[in-house]
């Protein structure tokens, strides 16, 4: 499942710092704070001047947690971790996420850029395969600083690009040839559910053009010795009840992307923060549920795809209040 033609495990952002470009793009993506458009809500409040807008977030990134990872996909965990670092805030409000504490209550403390860069730095240092960004959009002018600064500290594992897939193109250009692996969502195929549970309206179309970016970015996952070094793995969180929003995810990612692409079909749900409001989501996903969304992803023909045992959905909550926010460790 993991191509291993010729590939590094040196991240291709190690180019552009030589040139210059790298810190052009950073510039770049500094300045679209000053009326920001990171992300698809334009929320065009001027964060330089401390202006907060829906996913009140400032300047300087706020970290809740970095650490070597072991729940993710295989070709990210690998042996040795993923090197995550976890961003507080989100441009999302989602009412079932399980990151609730950091994406929506804010647990975290901002970082100057010289303490972002050490964590990457003590990452690499650990052993981990890569360094992940989980939620960086809303942060994306720091983490660009602070890679530089790394960069020139000897940082060059792979990038990670952990996100809720509701991106801008204009954003992703910046990312273009900085991001080695992408890992989005794919959350809706369907606007009312979108609004319903994540207060936005626009989620699909904006999803599906950001992920089709991504694939012509870097294509097919590819690596070397069991890690990922390039390539897109999109996961789906399958929400109970809501088996017509899966379907049309699926068949959008086959029609509009590629059968090729690395699915991951996570059955992690959990009726966790405000999830308890709405009936209908307000329980564990079914092994009917999970197993009919399996077989639609057979019938469509992906050739790629990561499932999960239902029983692990406990696994996979974090507590954002403990310094080991995880149960598992290294298997």
Known sequence: ML????????GSYVGLDRSGELGRRAHKASQMLSS??????????????????????????KVSHFLPHFGEEPPITGQNGAGTIFFSHCNLACIY?????????????????EDL??????????GCHNVEFVSPTQHLPAILEALEMSIRKGLHIPLVYNTNGYESLETLAILDGIIDIYLPDFKYGDDEIAEKYSCVRD?????????????????????????????????????????????KVLSLIAEKISTDVQLSLMSQYSPVHKACDHPEINRRLSVQE??????????????????????????????????????????
């Not at 191509?3 to 040196?10: D, I, K, T, W, Y």
């Open 3 to 10: 191509g291993q033609e010729h590939m590094s495990l040196e």
């Open 36 to 61: 920001c458009t990171i992300c698809p809500r334009s929320c065009r409040v001027n964060r330089l001047r401390g202006e907060r807008g829906f996913c009140k977030s400032g300047y300087r990134a």
């Open 97 to 113: 996420c399980q990151n609730h504490q950091i994406s929506q209550e804010g647990i975290g403390g901002e970082a100057k850029k």
């Open 117 to 126: 860069s050490a964590m990457m730095l003590r990452l690499q240092e650990s």
């Open 203 to 247: 989620y699909p179309h904006r999803a599906l053009e950001s992920l089709q970016e991504m694939w012509r970015q870097v294509g097919e996952l590819q690596g070397r010795d069991g890690a990922a070094a390039k390539g897109v793995i999109i996961r789906h969180l399958i929400i109970p009840s809501c088996m017509e929003n899966t379907h």
């Open 290 to 331: 999970y197993d009919r969304c399996i077989e639609w992803t057979e019938k469509m023909g992906f050739k790629n795809v990561w499932i999960q045992e239902l029983n692990s959905a406990d696994d996979f909550l974090p507590d954002f209040t403990m310094h080991e926010p995880f149960t598992f460790k290294r298997t």
